[in-house]
């Protein structure tokens, strides 16, 4: 899978992309992931990509031109590719990012993701290229960076060879619609507390039903919206 990533701030994506699991992910190419900087196909002489909004208000808001031309020089690097890759920009007026829409995202082969900064972006290069917005959640923050990231990360950590097996993200919160059972390690009993008796039996069946257990009544407890949600799944396809 291939991720390009448009923003104008090219070395905050690297900085975060570049370490633990996902950088090495990329080294050993699991996944490769191209960060942009929409400043580089301006075509203004002093290098200008923002302008004040017509209507007035107080911020900036990111011109058309330089986006367009970063989008479709990243297009031409991708060459043709058997399925069009999905044009997504980060937007707090988007589709909400859940694990669900991170699965099917993961089934991509090309994702081109646009960073919008100050008051976001001219609305007519959304238009023109037909973007899809997705919001990392129902608050506002400053730059499209920290979404795209948090969506590249979900995105690349299912990709095979990026965790050492399936199970590393499919027995996870959110995956099947529950929380995750909670985890212990050594030592066996610190300030009083022990780890759970059964988890030290080595008794794999019994292991996976209290793990099961855990997941339901934790999830019962911290997200009871989880639940509803899966009960009227069920309750939909039995009709
Ligand atoms: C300050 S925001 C602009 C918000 C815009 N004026 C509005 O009210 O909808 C600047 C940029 O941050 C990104 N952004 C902010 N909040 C986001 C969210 N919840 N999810 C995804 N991207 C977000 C978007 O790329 C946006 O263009």
Known sequence: MRIDIATLFPDMCEAVLSESIIGRARKAGHIEIHCHNIRNYTLDKHKRVDDKAYGGGTGMVMQPQPIHSCIMHIKEELGETEKAPRLIYL????????????KEL???????????????????????LEFEEISVGDFVVTGGELPALMLTDAVARMQQGVLPNEDAYSIESHYNGLLEHPQYSRPEEWMGRRVPEVLLSGHH?????????????ITAKKRPDLLKKQQLISDMSSD
Not at 93 to 98: A, F, S
Not at 109 to 123: A, M
């Open 205 to 217: 069946a019994n292991i996976k039903k209290w793990q099961e257990e855990m997941a339901l009544e």
């Open 91 to 102: 937007s707090p007026q988007g589709r909400v990012l859940t694990q669900q829409v991170v």
């Open 106 to 128: 993961a089934a991509e082969s090309n994702l081109i993701l646009l960073c919008g900064h100050y008051e976001g972006v001219d609305q007519r290069v959304l238009d023109e």
